[in-house]
């Protein structure tokens, strides 16, 4: 029975390994024997980090960051340009757009895309939110970090309607030739957007 019962532990360790984004049952299984391997040096350190991240890690209310703190560290610094709000889809975006210093402003989380297709509507997202936030006067941009999808487009021209009126300008991120891109690499649905969003040189 002990062995049962030892085999039942490792194998919901695997399941619940595979629910990970990027890890099938067989990297699953391979983190699985790792972490076995060194209980003392990786497992025990990531189950005590699971465990702080699960009690101290909160929602921004303000914009939808994680983070220990609420409103989160972002939020609160006041050395941010408060008129500038990004809104992005993911939290994920959040954090690329941080690492790239491509940001002086606040963000805005949406949670996802409008998508008729997987019965996402406006109501699912964190868009009154945004209305809100703009509503009070301070905010002069909204600058829409979407994704070059359809989805991701059809959400920009939902926001884009909501905030008319609202005196923010609102601006989209360029979609087109990625730096260091070499043309004939490209698809042509990003070589047609790099043409549309064509500038003065």
Request: aromatic share 2%; proline share 3%; net charge negative.
């Amino acid at each position: 029975m002990a062995g049962h019962s030892a085999g039942t532990e490792i194998e919901r360790l695997i399941q619940l390994l595979s629910r990970l984004p990027g890890l099938g049952p067989r990297s699953a299984r391979r983190a699985a024997l790792q972490l076995l391997g060194k209980k003392e040096t990786l497992m025990r350190p990531l189950a005590d980090a699971l465990q702080d991240a699960a009690d101290h890690v909160l929602t921004c209310t303000t914009c939808g960051n994680l983070d220990t703190t609420d409103p989160c560290s972002i939020c609160a610094d006041e050395r941010r340009d408060k008129g500038v709000i990004c809104v992005v889809e993911q939290v994920a975006d959040l954090w690329a757009l941080e690492r790239a210093g491509a940001n002086s402003g606040q963000y805005h989380v949406l949670g996802g895309t409008l998508s008729a297709l997987d019965g996402v509507g406006p109501d699912d997202l964190n868009i009154s939110g945004l209305v809100t936030r703009i509503s009070g006067g301070d905010v002069r941009e909204v600058v829409l970090a979407l994704n070059a999808t359809v989805d991701g487009q059809a959400t920009a021209h939902y926001i884009t309607d909501q905030l008319e009126g609202s005196g923010a300008n609102v601006s989209q991120v360029a979609h087109g030739v990625p730096v260091g891109g070499e043309l004939d690499y490209l698809d042509d649905g990003t070589l047609a957007a790099a043409m549309k969003a064509r500038r003065p040189f």
